[in-house]
């Protein structure tokens, strides 16, 4: 899907151009820009510029603040330093138009109603001559004029991610900035979003306006020329893709990338299945992680394995839920422990009738459960469906491994536990007050709790440690719960792997904060120092998140 945007792009005959990549929410659209960004990494004559109007400090203004990342990101990219200084000079020009733009809206806000004399602000309200530098009726000439001072530049691309994520005004209000640059030729947007919730955002913000969804519907179509919607994933490539995941735990990254480059081989040659004929290569996954891959392909809901980022979220569900096990010493074979999770995501319903079931009463239970699904084509008991079993697990339960003869006692004390965990059912007051006592700001009371907890039983720690971690559910930022984790993760080691693996499922992303990230790199644990490393290099995390992660590495690492 990435080359026949590329291509667009490079076609210079069309400009300026807006380019929308279109999926539901998790079908890969961060994923494009990414690699869009990538194709331009050594192009002299074409600027990137990467921008999440989600991700703005300031949601009151995302006009001004995306117009003034994209003057920053061209300055940022001039090789030559005095064509540098002249550009420079012109996007102070600019930004002095956005400055009096974003100070009209704060007054009238009333953010700075007692901050600013009255005569300075009549004259920020007073209507501005066209032509002058304070005016936006002149921002496109201006802008006109920064691009032409940097003669070898085509193409000015804006990669705007996470649309769909922003509340209506926002929406609009991004919109509104990519209007200010349609008419200047070399300029190029392209927005990921899902194409319906953002034409619902408009219809929202412009309700006040009684004009509704068919002029939301013309609206973005007059910003949009080239909409490119991203096709769901394949049963085929939903196994490949799994299988890349569970190779890439084990894997080196270079044998991962050929096997990448395999896969994508196969699949323009149309031959299927992707995973196969991998005896050409160094490495390749092994036999257990091909057939993991199959049965996870095969079990998750066609909805969900057409998602991409459903698929990953379940895998990390999966990591979690084995470091639990673990820690637990609780064995249970993978593709097992792959059947029953599917079992709790898909159909819970079913899953509590099993666990609900006296331990004697299991394997009955599955047998008519398996035997319904599997008629013998006698009719009789063997075929009748257990009262209390969903009938949309029949393809789950045809699905190997057959579980009629598995011992699943252990597993579903585990799973059952944790389950009640997530509804606050599990674990006792007192526990939950020091919990909170975490996520305080008092460090004296963090402490004691810390101590405390670590004097609990293993199995009611890693009970506690799943409500802590599950209370990101509800805050903006999960500073103050990873802080809690590390400091408790100090007092007891075997807590380590369990606390990674949930920070990597439950706080990562936006909610992950420079704050945060100093947590994890000042707690020498090596599981936790493993994920700064990783959101060094994450584009997925907040940019200062990420400049934070990579000032704590440069300490680590001495330099």
Known sequence: MVAPIVAAVREHNIHPLTLSVQSPWGGGKSTVLKLIEAEFKDDETCFVVATNPWAYDDQDDVKGTLISEILHGIQAQVPDPGTKDKVAKKARELLERVSWSRAAVAIAKGALTF?????EIAEIFRPKDPGGTQSMAGFNDAYKELLAL??????????????????????????????????????????????????????????????????????????????????RLSGADAEAYIGLLIAGRTMHETDLHALAAHVRTRRNANQTPLLHDLDKLDAAPTE??????????????????????????????????????????????????????????????????????????????????????????????????????????????????????????????????????????????????????????????????????????????????????????????????IRGAVLWGGTNPALEEATAAGIEAHCWGARLTPGAIVELANSGRPALVTLVRRAATDASVHPSTQAAAQDELEQLDGN
Request: net charge negative; hydrophobic share 45%; aromatic share 4%.
């Open 115 to 119: 901050q600013v004399d009255p005569k």
């Open 150 to 231: 940097i003669p070898n530049v085509e193409r000015v691309v804006v990669l705007v991610d996470d649309l769909d994520r922003c509340l209506p005004d926002a929406v609009t209000a991004t919109l509104e900035a990519i209007k200010l640059f349609l008419s200047t030729e070399k300029m190029v947007f392209v927005l990921a979003a899902d194409q319906d919730m953002v034409r619902d955002a408009i219809s929202v913000s412009l309700d006040g306006a009684r004009r509704g969804d068919i002029f939301a519907k013309r609206y973005l179509e007059k910003i949009v020329q080239l909409p490119i919607a991203l096709p």
């Open 288 to 481: 257990a992680d091909l057939a993991l891959a199959t049965q996870l392909a095969e079990g998750l809901s066609a909805d969900r394995r057409s998602n991409p980022r459903q698929i990953k979220r379940f895998l990390n569900a999966f990591g979690v839920r084995e470091s639990i096990a673990r820690a637990r010493e609780v064995t249970v074979a993978p593709a097992v422990m792959i059947k029953m999770l599917l079992l709790e995501e898909l159909y819970r319903t079913s899953f509590n009738t099993l666990a609900a079931a006296p331990a004697q009463e299991r394997r009955t239970l599955l047998a008519r459960w398996e035997a319904w699904a599997n008629p013998s084509g006698e009719e009789g008991e063997d075929a009748t469906l257990p009262a209390g079993i969903d009938e949309g697990t029949k393809d789950w339960a045809a699905a190997p491994p057959f579980l009629e003869e598995e011992n699943l006692d252990p597993y579903i004390s585990l799973a059952a536990s944790l389950i009640n965990v997530s509804m606050g059912a599990q674990v006792s007051d007192d526990v939950l007050a020091l919990i909170n006592d975490l996520l305080g700001e008092s460090e004296a009371a963090r402490n004691v709790a810390a101590d405390t907890l670590s004097e609990r039983g293993q199995d009611e720690q890693l009970a506690a440690l799943e409500v802590l971690i599950s209370a990101t559910k509800r805050t903006d930022d999960a500073e103050s719960v």
